[in-house]
């Protein structure tokens, strides 16, 4: 396959997920649990001929003042679980999903990602998340013992022994040949020795090394160590969406630390978490994210925000009212627990509020709404694949992981309408062109990032 | 009454050389073809259920080695990744307790249930060995009664969490904004021996709400640790012994086990493992197993080895053989049906579907359920649903409307859908707060809850 002329655009669909972006107040919401919408979500996609879908994990429900967040989606199916299931309804769609790296140990997570791997014939791939709080690690034997500072210590250390068990059956161990009646033959599974800060795993891998490989490997992490962590060993970047001249510095950023790592800048995609509202009309399509934004801001969940930045009981205040008079309790900022928090100066982010409140006479309600993000792109279909496209052009980015406000109709209309527009300005595929997750992210790149090496990559802390 | 017959899928059969036959699929035992055309088969000719064998033994080198198969795939993948092409059958993954998180396991087996609706059953299984500990590195192995009590926590848990969730704890109330009721979800505040779990689960409850357990009862020195635990927890007991008299002494153990924990015998299914090799004459079928002994005997090797499962009932003979030793395990009630285990795959599953279950049809054994009102999930087959509702007695719901659903797992067992423990145990306290008819509600209605889980306001 010959090189496209233009760059590509690289999208993921992201189902939606269990914190207030995803409407369920709408009268077209429907189940987050049933198969059925994993099934819906998975054929828009694929039929939108995305690069892979992409489940995230929350592994202890969120707790508000102490009890569970009950204003927004709740609930989740086991992440290796539906993808399994779902690569038996697709065919060429990637399958993705956070798999966290402190509640697991490398030889499960090994075995379940070369199984789902060869179940979907090449379609696996695995954001990397790794926890330190204490709050999730009650539903684990492990509990929370990591400090924050370990964090990428363990999900360097976790990566390394995976690979290693990945890379320890040869590509071609599984001989099965007959005539000899050798199935694997002897020394073509190396017996893996691991020794380190985090984990000992002594023996041999009991999975035949996938096609891919390895998984497709996802980060996210912003701080410095994450970046470096990126760089070094990602095959795409789960980043946030922000300004094009933002955008063209982080990617130029982590692009450039990659030579250390012997990579090429293409072999990571830098895919930012993206919204996206639709019109027939500009003024519709802003009409139309207006009225997303208040079902994604009701009165109770308006109250719920204020208090996170309050650190106090709120429930008293009404939400079409003016803010509190009392002043936020900066001891208190933990009010929200098994999320993740925005906002660290919690009284200047108060005193800031009150000003916007009072110069625009905002009730808390209007004044949350007015403070959460705006989706990312709204528009008409043309005019969201010219944002889209002119984000990846400028190198602000590779494509998209897009996070549709609905379950489980919500990319459908993208599909159809956002779709078509991408490919006529020859910016998105128009088929499949390979099989595998793999395929679709490098393919038509450099040859290097086809395959991911073969060879075990050296263990620094060996016993 | 006909006997509950199952099938144990196992790389390319239970028999090391079995890859070698002419119609082996050897090269595909690692990819979805291979499981699902397996899954497929099974699933017309409407078996039970299936268990797909696991275990993180690793693979070892030296003598011998070469020739075995090597290599297996994750079993709640696989159950997960046939789960969409099939439409009856049971599915019930092995997944073993010993180094993995039960919180993990317990959202695992109840989303096999939500993308099976309704199938799902587990098979937990501990790890023995130092081989597998070592692969973990956080304990080293431990003895049989450890490892059990170890288990029954896991399992503890595992079903708490499953019932943390109340059917219908989501509401999505637009007037107060909530999406869920509080009131109906439960820490489960587990603290055991071995680790503690605070709960809820971040799954709902799923359509069985509680999945099948199939657990193993073998005659060995683990007896005495496992039964106590089957007693509690087990709907099905898979038995290994040698013969029909053996199994028969093990089940009325397991029977006093289930009764000694306060529950009903009956509502328990004691399966014998029978290892099958089928052919047209006994003869052939002893030529073709003399086959596979011999290209593993040339490397010195021992099947007992390989295997680590305790000596078995064995048909290698014909259908009609196997037939027989079936029909004299239920009529003499040794036990309440089979866990068929070919020695070689594919092979040896047509040969239950095509040879042995019409044979049991003709003696009134086994009916596929073909008596013509309509079919379901498109197979066009309509469903033969649990034989006999055992379980009335002990649970007086008895009534499911199974009719009006695709049969779960336990439908075929004749369970119905059980109560929920907080609604059950807490409802008194619940009333206390607030809510109180919504949660009496719950507590008295679970066998009709519909399978939906999310009850729309």
Redesign the interface.
């Known amino acids: 396959m010959s090189r496209p002329r233009k760059k590509q655009v690289h999208l993921a669909a992201h189902f939606p997920g269990v914190n207030n972006t995803t409407v369920?107040?709408d009268p077209a919401s429907g189940?987050?649990?049933?198969?059925a919408s994993f099934?819906h979500f998975a054929h828009t996609a694929e039929r939108g001929l995305f690069d892979f879908l992409f489940l995230a994990e929350?592994?202890?429900?969120r707790e508000h003042r102490g009890?569970?967040h009950?204003?927004?989606?709740?609930?989740?199916?086991?992440t290796?679980?539906?993808l399994?299931?779902l690569?038996?309804?697709t065919t060429h769609l990637g399958l993705g999903g956070t798999i966290n790296t402190t509640?697991?140990?490398p030889?499960?997570i090994a075995?379940?990602f070369?199984?789902?791997d060869?179940?979907?014939?090449g379609r696996a791939a695995w954001n990397l998340v790794t926890s330190s709080d204490s709050f999730t690690g009650?539903?684990?034997?492990r509990g929370g013992f990591l400090r924050p500072e370990q964090r990428y210590d363990r999900a360097a250390e976790i990566l390394q022994v995976t690979k290693r068990l990945w890379d320890s059956?040869t590509p071609d161990?599984?001989r099965?040949d007959?005539v000899s009646?050798?199935?694997?033959?002897?020394?073509a599974?190396e017996?893996v020795h691991h020794h380190g800060e985090q984990?000992?795993?002594?023996?041999?891998?009991?999975?035949?090394r996938?096609p891919q490989g390895y998984p497709v490997l996802l980060q996210s992490g912003d701080s410095d160590p994450g970046r470096e962590f990126g760089a070094a060993t990602a095959d795409a970047i789960f980043s946030r969406h922000g300004t094009l001249e933002a955008g063209q510095a982080f990617f130029a950023d982590l692009k450039g630390r990659m030579p250390r790592y012997g990579r090429h800048p293409d072999d990571l995609k830098i895919l930012p978490a993206a919204t996206f509202v639709l019109g027939d009309t500009p003024a519709d399509a802003e009409e139309r994210a207006a009225q997303v934004r208040r079902q994604q801001v009701?009165?109770?969940?308006a109250i719920a925000f204020l208090e996170q930045v309050w650190g106090r009981d709120l429930s008293a205040y009404d939400p079409d009212g003016p803010l509190p008079d009392v002043d936020p309790d900066p001891e208190n900022v933990s009010i929200t627990r098994g999320r993740v928090r925005h906002e660290r100066d919690t009284v200047a982010l108060a005193r800031q509020w009150r000003e916007l409140a009072e110069s625009r006479n905002l009730s808390i309600r209007e004044l949350i709404i007015e403070t959460s993000a705006r989706q990312s792109f709204i528009g008409t279909p043309a005019q969201v694949a010219e944002q889209i496209d002119s984000y990846v052009q400028a190198d602000a980015s590779d494509g998209f992981i897009l996070v549709p406000h609905l379950t489980p109709g919500g990319l459908d209309e993208f599909v159809a309408k956002v779709i078509p527009e991408l490919q006529d300005r020859g910016s998105f595929r128009t088929n499949y062109a390979g099989s595998t997750l793999r395929d679709h992210l490098f393919q038509g790149d450099t040859p290097a990032s086809r395959d991911r090496p073969r060879e075990p990559i050296p263990a620094s802390r060996d016993s | 009454m006909n006997p509950y017959l199952g099938v144990e899928l196992d790389g390319a059969g239970r028999h090391p050389a079995a890859w070698r036959l002419p119609d082996a699929r050897p090269s595909e035992l690692f990819g979805a073809g291979y499981w699902t055309d397996l899954a497929r088969t099974a699933d017309a000719a409407g078996l039970d259920f299936l268990v797909f064998a696991d275990s993180f033994a690793p693979p070892v080198d030296g003598p011998g080695q070469t020739g075995i198969v090597r290599g297996r795939l994750d079993a709640v993948a696989i159950a997960a990744r046939v789960a969409p092409v099939t439409s009856t059958i049971g599915l019930v993954p092995t997944a073993t307790v010993t180094h993995t998180e039960p919180f993990h396991l317990s959202k695992a087996i109840a989303t096999l249930d939500f993308v099976s609706l309704g199938r799902a059953g587990w098979q937990p299984s501990v790890s023995s060995t130092q081989a597998e500990a070592d692969l973990f590195g956080r304990k080293d192995a431990a003895p049989a009664a450890v490892l059990w009590r170890e288990l029954a926590e896991a399992v503890e848990v595992a079903v708490r969490l499953w019932d943390s969730w109340e059917d219908g704890a989501v509401i999505r109330d637009v007037a107060t904004g909530r999406y869920v009721d509080r009131e109906k979800l439960h820490y489960i505040d587990f603290t055991g021996e071995f680790f503690s779990v605070k709960g809820p689960s971040i799954t709902p409850r799923s359509p069985q709400a509680h999945p099948p357990l199939v657990l193993r009862c073998d005659g060995t020195a683990d007896e005495p640790a496992a039964l106590p635990v089957i007693g509690r927890w087990a709907q099905v007991v898979r038995v290994a012994a040698p013969d029909l008299a053996t199994a028969a002494e093990v089940r009325a153990r397991v029977r006093g086990a289930v009764a000694e924990a306060g529950r009903e015998p009956d509502s328990v299914a004691v399966l014998l493992d029978v290892e099958t090799l089928l052919a047209d004459s006994a003869d052939e079928a002893q030529r073709v197993l003399g086959q596979l002994d011999g290209w593993v005997d040339g490397e010195r090797f021992a099947l007992p080895t390989y295997t680590q499962r305790p000596p078995t009932a064995q048909v290698v003979g014909t259908a009609a053989g196997l037939a027989d030793l079936i029909e004299d395990a239920v009529r003499g009630r040794a036990v309440d049906g089979v866990t068929l285990i070919p020695l070689a795959l594919p092979s040896g599953l047509r040969a239950i579907t095509d040879g042995l279950l019409p044979l049991l049809g003709e003696r009134g054994l086994w009916s596929d359920g073909d008596d013509g009102d309509g079919g379901v999930g498109g197979v066009g087959r309509p469903l033969r649903i649990g034989r006999q509702s055992k379980a009335a007695a002990e649970h007086p719901v008895a009534e499911h409307p199974v009719a009006e659903h695709p049969a779960t797992l336990r439908d075929r067992f004749g369970l119905p859908r059980p109560a929920n423990y907080f609604a059950t145990n807490y409802a008194a306290t619940n009333c206390a707060a607030t809510n109180c008819a919504a949660t009496n509600y719950a507590a008295t209605n679970y066998s009709a809850a519909n399978h939906s889980t999310e009850a729309r306001a």
Request: no cysteine.
């Open positions: 369920w107040s189940s987050q649990i049933d198969f099934v929350g592994l202890r429900l009890r569970i009950d204003l927004d989606v709740v609930g989740r199916p086991d290796f679980t539906v399994n299931a690569a038996a309804v509640f697991n140990e030889y499960e075995k379940q070369a199984s789902l060869h179940l979907s014939g009650e539903n684990f034997r059956w161990a599984v099965a007959r009646g050798v199935f694997v033959p002897d020394g599974i017996a984990f000992d795993v002594h023996g041999r891998f009991g999975t035949p996938s009701g009165p109770q969940t």
